[in-house]
């Protein structure tokens, strides 16, 4: 029984002889955790990469098989006519691809800027104001199931056919779904985080900048992940309508010449811009929020 | 030193949260809230915060009129709030930083990381002023949470229950974490919670709130030295007091 007096020593002289250590938790080793999740998150990449290369090595195999090329051009079919038309004119009037790409490119980083600036604005105004939620709310559940496509024809009529009615429509599909994701994410801020700010000292201003809008950005951010891949939807239908160049356009052209490699280049040139793209703002979610960069979600 | 007095009364458009409560707190001194759910303790709470504004009455604290929020009055909340996007270091400095954004702490950065790191130090989590909060254990959390809040030296501590969500041994674990900051850093708390142990594990005096509408009905003395430990409820001198406590709130 002479270890009685050590236990029930309580906690409190411990500290007060200086002994901060009672506290520390022993079972948590954050840097082997850290180790770990690194390791998953490699075995996800390679996984995830695996996947891709057995798309590829199906769709050889069932070009071979088919034996058509236009019905199916091969993988290596398809690699020539990209490498061959991205910086070679294609037989029609059109400039080389690598130039209808940065015009489709302008047309959607243009179009979602301004869509993007305006669906956040419009979600913090309705967040601050309740008449404003009120009075917008029933606009955007309105308008944000209507399709963009809908309205090339009127954007036509209205602004032409430059380059302005398809950075309207880009920004027309995109602001919605901003105005409703950044609304979410502000609405999904704990009020308490807030108090915590302002009883720490944290003026109103400071507050709302470096905790209601800091804690809502990983949101937003996911927002801008929907409304980018819903960009390229809208650019590739419109310019296969109503346009002489870009992307869209270049595999409508490749498809009425039977060009279907050409057409899979162009549509192969659409998916690694937008994993670029996407990649971009995913790595913006993980820096604004830490907890996603571990292996469990995403 | 300080004193503090809170006089108010608060009526919603029907509903009153409580009414004319009057309780003064002295310098150092560790005072529970304690009542049922809804007896309005953490909208009190919240009052002397600032975060709400009471309709009548007014608070004072270290001689200053309560007008809205300010680090003076530290508060803690049931979770532990902590910013998820800030390591658990940069989440004990949001309080100095926002500040010197005010030109209320003149310190440097350095000189903040030093104070920082001092308060880690003392809550146990210097090997973890680099993780993020989703990295920590539910009490580390807490022991951080805490460390933010008392980086301000506030003038009263509001403990929101705040070991509410805690299992049962992370809690006992806390209160006597807090214990020993109470006496390490001589803080005053006022702290609510809703379990008659921990009010008289915790406080000098545990004040009861109840009845309709809801208010201070009474303040009981706890008869209990320092230091506590996690058997002192079991103390026979206290027992009157559980009973008392007891009775009071059932009726």
Redesign the interface.
Known sequence: MTTTSLETRSPQAAVAAGAAEVWRDDTLDLASERRARRRASRRRFLTGAGGLVGLIIGWQIAAILLGDSVILPSVTETGQSLVHYFTHNYPSQSPPLWKDLLISLRRVLIGFAAGAGLGVGIGAAMFSSRTIRHLIDPVVEVVRPLPPLAFIPLFIVWFGIGELPKEVLIAFGVAPVMIVATLAALDDVPDDLQFAARTLGASKAYALWHVQIRAALPGIITGMRIAMGGSWGSIVAAEMLAATSGVGFVISQAGNYLDTALVFSGIILIAITELVLDTGLRALVWRADPSRRGARKD | MRSLTKVFRRGGRRTVAFSEVDLTIAPGEFVCLLGPSGCGKSTLL?VV???LTADEGSVVVAGRQVT????D???L?Q?P?L???LTARDNVL??PR??R??G?DERSDAELQLDADSIL?????I??AD???????G??QH?A?FA??VI?RPSVL?MDEPFGALDAITRL?MQ??L??MW??YRLTILFVTHDIEESILLGDRVALMGGRPPGLTHVIDVPLGR???A?SVDAAAVLATKRHIRSVLTH
């Open positions: 919240r915060a600032g975060v809205g929020p300010a680090a009055r530290g508060m909340f979770r709030m910013f998820p996007w949001f309080g926002a500040q954004s005010r209320m130090e003392t809550v146990g989590l090997e973890f993780a993020y909060p989703h990295e920590l254990s009490g580390m022991r949470a933010r809040a301000t509001l674990r006597q974490f214990l020993a006496e390490k230091p506590r430990d058997e």
